[in-house]
């Protein structure tokens, strides 16, 4: 190889190395830094339809964290509570209307609107958990119904994502004692959603007003009986200063689940992963309220009754089965509406599918813990 050949290999091998310098840093540049847009910080007022001081709200606490936090500062939820832009019943409207960005609450405040929006939160008790109702909005067709009532038939410009399942909650709080379905006819009761229409059945009297006016409600004799949702609510919104009988287990609303819901059209015109975003938060937050709440509410039962001179007593059957027949009434009166008919045998095939699949597989639990922790005395 002649002199000038060898300088020109040099050269030529130097100019690669060099090239492939330059490449290999930009490919480790490219790793380093994903190709993710940047753009301003969205910011958005989120409203819950909770008061400040109640366990739903630091629940929505809870989801607006992690969505400011998996966005990285992309984007940022402002919390507040219920009444600091609207009241409760009125969230829907505004987030619809863009007044409000988002918000937090359950579907059975849209009752007013449509009954059917109460069966996507207080569904009938068919004998599935709340946990199996989000089974059905996710993987049973329950989201695109709901969509179409929010789009369809009520026009109004959302996007909802349920998540959070909730136990059974109690019969409530009473002034005095009900064993029989005769004992509550008349009784000037608080509830909402299906439920009032279930209690109407019954012969109640029913109030459907927004849990933080419940208590002083029930303080001032305007009602004389309740239900909210939970001991930690029941306890922080003050129910022990008004009443010490609280009846536990009900077929009123016997599985619920929160939904957040966005203003559709801001949704829509955010990025992808933002979007994504939104929604898989909700369902990260989805498992850590259950497990919260197991923590809290058995907590909060066991200091109302050691502290507070609560009295506990399990609903007697006999109201239980009365609340099933006025069921059954109920679903027959509502399904002349073709789209409540709809969802609710959408809703008859999922449970008997998937409850009698529990049923059949699952060993009892009661069977065990009566084993392991056998009542004394």
């Known amino acids: 190889m002649s002199d000038h050949d060898?300088?020109?290999?040099?050269?030529?091998?130097?100019?690669?190395?060099?090239?492939?310098?330059?490449?290999?840093?930009?490919?480790?540049?490219?790793?380093?830094?994903?190709?993710?847009?940047?753009?301003?910080?969205?910011?958005?007022?989120?409203?819950?339809?909770?008061?400040?001081?109640?366990?739903?709200?630091?629940?929505?606490?809870d989801y607006v964290r992690r969505v400011n936090e998996m966005s990285g500062g992309r984007m940022r939820l402002d919390l507040l509570a219920a009444g600091a832009v609207v009241g409760a019943f009125q969230l829907i409207d505004a987030v619809s209307a863009g007044a409000l960005d988002g918000g937090h609450g359950v579907a059975a405040y849209w009752y007013g609107k449509n009954k059917a929006a109460s069966l996507f939160g207080t569904a009938a008790p068919f004998g599935w958990t709340a946990n199996e109702l989000l089974g059905w909005i996710h993987y049973g067709g329950g989201q695109a119904l709901y969509d179409e009532l929010m789009r369809t038939v009520l026009r109004m410009n959302t996007q909802s994502f349920f998540y959070g399942p909730m136990p059974t909650q109690p019969l409530g709080w009473f002034r005095r004692e009900v064993s029989q379905a005769e004992q509550m006819r008349g009784l000037r009761y608080r509830t909402v959603g299906l439920a009032a229409d279930l209690y109407q059945a019954m012969g109640v009297a029913v109030t459907i007003i927004p849990g933080g006016e419940i208590v002083p409600a029930m303080d001032r004799g305007l009602i004389d009986a309740a239900e909210f949702n939970n001991p930690s609510s029941d306890r922080v919104l003050g129910f022990p200063d008004v009443s010490k009988l609280y009846y536990l287990q009900s077929y009123h609303q016997a599985l619920e689940c929160f939904e957040v819901m966005f203003n559709r059209t801001k949704?829509?015109?955010?990025?992808?992963?933002?979007?994504?975003?939104?929604?898989?938060?909700?369902?990260?937050?989805?498992?850590?309220?259950?497990?919260?709440?197991?923590?809290?509410?058995?907590?909060?039962?066991?200091?109302?009754?050691?502290?507070?001179?609560?009295?506990?007593?399990?609903?007697?059957?006999?109201?239980?089965?009365?609340?099933?027949?006025?069921?059954?009434?109920?679903?027959?009166?509502?399904?002349?509406?073709?789209?409540?008919?709809?969802?609710?045998?959408s809703q008859r095939a999922w449970s008997q599918r998937v409850v009698g699949f529990r049923h059949e597989y699952e060993v009892s639990s009661e069977t065990a813990y009566a084993h392991f922790f056998p009542r004394r005395g």
């Open 267 to 345: 949704f829509d015109a955010l990025p992808a992963e933002l979007k994504s975003i939104l929604r898989y938060a909700a369902e990260a937050s989805s498992s850590d309220m259950a497990w919260k709440a197991m923590d809290r509410y058995s907590k909060d039962l066991t200091e109302m009754r050691e502290r507070q001179g609560v009295r506990t007593v399990k609903t007697s059957d006999a109201i239980l089965q009365s609340q099933l027949r006025a069921w059954d009434t109920v679903i027959n009166n509502l399904s002349q509406d073709a789209f409540f008919k709809r969802v609710v045998d």
């Open 6 to 61: 060898q300088k020109s290999t040099t050269n030529n091998r130097r100019r690669f190395l060099k090239t492939a310098g330059v490449g290999t840093v930009a490919a480790a540049s490219a790793v380093a830094m994903p190709n993710v847009s940047r753009a301003q910080t969205v910011v958005w007022r989120f409203q819950s339809t909770w008061p400040q001081r109640d366990i739903f709200h630091e629940f929505a606490q």
